[in-house]
């Protein structure tokens, strides 16, 4: 793997991978609202997800810390149970640290689970080697339902206390991203007992039993809205949103039984924190990119099916887009990366644009191809790129 200290971007290889007849200037499209660089101290990733201008494209990946790393492997091997190495704020810091310190993202992200809070509301679980998450009182009756508590943040405190840590070990050279799961996700846990490929019961369940299924989502609302108040108020600076299941309902069901919760959340969260900037991001929303905006997020992320420059085109300038380089792309030659992180960059536009993978860092990524997907998108500046991009000076503090 490339050290950071000799990076691509110094090499003569790289300046091969980078000729200009391959990435010519491209005019932005007419419809990019340009925002006037601030006198913010900021990190670039809050910046740019704030719809600020910005010299370059942010970037993170989804898994960016896990099972690919080697040293996140050697820890495994000493702590071997997830719920400890999630639950333990010694961990949780270090594990968060470490693609930090391998290939500084302009993002570190909290390293947890979007099931992490579901024992401090009551619904505890277990992860099984064979079966992942298991939940062994499924919520499927009125009765189920008044087992839920409100959530208790002291059941929580590791997340609070890692949060704090790490948004001092990073300073202002990154931003601090938590995150949380959507309702429609978090309650296909919690009804189906675990994991599922068919979605049977919670499915079912908003046709014979709707007033069970509204009494589940709207407890667990309430629930994340508190939870991502509460990572905000412990030093989290950006906030995604996982409906990671929400892809798997038909737009006009998920219009139903999943977006009025978000955007009930995305109400609560601005209210109390109006300039944390809330990520949405759905596996599987290529059907569903307009119908995501009316949540009120300010960044949709896109998987890697749906094409940069018509995501843009769909959602148009006003609202902030991250991906969605294919995670595969990190198992190709770095030349074909190379070619795909401008591809995407060159579509998403010069504003409010995160790079990001489409999906999560896969197992077995070689660690060499993400400090390349870094290195080289730090190497990107929009003036390069996009014909009569003009970055404004930033504003001097008014003495």
């Given amino acids: 793997m490339a050290s950071l200290t000799s990076p691509f971007l110094d090499s003569p290889q790289l300046d091969l991978r980078r000729r200009p007849k391959l990435y010519p200037k491209t005019k932005a499209p007419p419809q990019f609202i340009k925002v006037k660089a601030t006198s913010s101290s900021d990190p670039l990733l809050l910046k740019a997800a704030r719809g600020e201008t910005v010299s370059r494209p942010p970037a993170w990946m989804m898994r960016q810390a896990g099972r690919y790393m080697q040293s996140y492997k050697e820890l495994a091997i000493k702590h071997p149970s997830f719920r400890q190495r999630s639950e333990t704020v010694d961990l949780i810091v270090e594990i968060s640290l470490q693609p930090w310190k391998a290939f500084k993202p302009d993002g570190v992200i909290l390293f947890s689970d979007i099931l992490t809070p579901l024992p401090a509301i009551g619904v505890p679980f277990d992860i099984s080697d064979s079966k992942g998450p298991v939940i062994h009182d499924p919520v499927l009756s009125e009765k189920c339902i008044e087992r839920l508590r409100p959530i208790d943040f002291d059941k929580v405190s590791f997340?609070?206390?890692?949060?704090?840590?790490?948004?001092?070990?990073?300073?202002?050279?990154?931003t601090l991203l938590g995150f949380v799961g959507a309702p429609w996700t978090i309650g296909t846990y919690i009804v189906e007992g675990g994991s599922t490929k068919t979605y049977q019961n919670i499915k079912s369940m908003c046709y014979t039993a709707p007033h069970i299924l509204k009494a589940l989502l709207s407890h667990l609302t309430k629930a994340i809205s508190e939870y991502i108040i509460y990572q905000v108020n412990s030093g989290a600076q950006c906030i995604q949103i996982f409906d990671s299941w929400g892809g798997q309902l038909p737009p006009h069901v998920w219009e139903t039984w999943s977006k009025p919760y978000i955007k009930q959340i995305v109400s609560e969260v601005k209210k109390e924190c109006p300039d944390v900037p809330l990520v949405l991001y759905i596996n599987g929303n290529g059907g569903l990119l307009e119908r995501m905006v009316d949540t009120g997020v300010d960044v949709i992320g896109l998987d890697w099916t749906v094409d940069m420059a018509d995501g843009r085109r769909r959602l148009g300038g006003k609202i902030g887009i991250q991906g969605n380089v294919d995670p595969a792309l990190l198992f190709s030659p770095l030349p074909v990366l190379t070619e795909d992180i401008h591809r995407v960059v060159k579509a998403a536009g010069p504003t409010g644009h995160i790079l990001n993978l489409g999906h999560g860092v896969l197992v077995g990524t070689p660690e060499e191809a993400v400090a390349h997907f870094f290195d080289v998108t730090r190497s990107l500046r929009y003036?390069?790129?996009?014909e009569g991009f003009t970055l404004e000076p930033e504003l001097e503090p008014v003495s």
Wanted: proline share 0%.
């Fill in 159 to 174: 997340v609070g206390e890692s949060l704090r840590i790490l948004r001092n070990e990073i300073g202002k050279d990154a």
């Fill in 383 to 386: 003036q390069s790129l996009f």
